[in-house]
């Protein structure tokens, strides 16, 4: 089991800067590959970024490319979301998410991740 505790959400205006955070206990970090998933009201979660095991790949939606950073630190048992330059679209609630069982992965599938946390709001005004 993997546990998963996100924060780092909050109110804060476009063009603004936000870093999450989200915080793993349980087995071992270094051997779970983590990804960000976001949640707005009345729509599907969709994925928003994800990192593999030692950080030497990293992938993300379209619509956070060269806004949003994707990072983990396994001495912490950490992983980071690093959101700027922020739109009032980017509005949800904010998942992280873990998978430690697969041999082959693929990042942008919510049914692809074993454990979740249990979101952080981030709100962009305009």
């Known amino acids: 089991q993997v546990q998963l505790v996100e924060s780092g959400g909050g109110l804060v205006q476009a063009g603004g800067s936000l870093k999450l955070s989200c915080a793993a206990s349980?087995?071992?970090?270094?051997?779970?590959?983590m990804g960000w998933f976001r949640q707005a009201p009345g729509k599907e979660r969709e994925f928003v970024a994800a990192i593999s095991y030692r950080a030497d790949s990293t992938y993300y939606t379209d619509s956070v490319k060269g806004r949003f950073t994707i990072s983990r630190d396994n001495a912490k048992n950490t992983a980071y979301l690093q959101m700027n330059s922020l739109k009032p679209e980017d509005t949800a609630v904010y998942y992280c998410a873990a998978e430690d069982t697969r041999s082959s992965w693929t990042p942008t599938i919510p049914n692809e991740y074993d454990y979740w946390g249990q979101g952080t709001q981030v709100t962009v005004s305009s």
């Open positions: 349980g087995r071992t970090f270094s051997r779970c590959r």
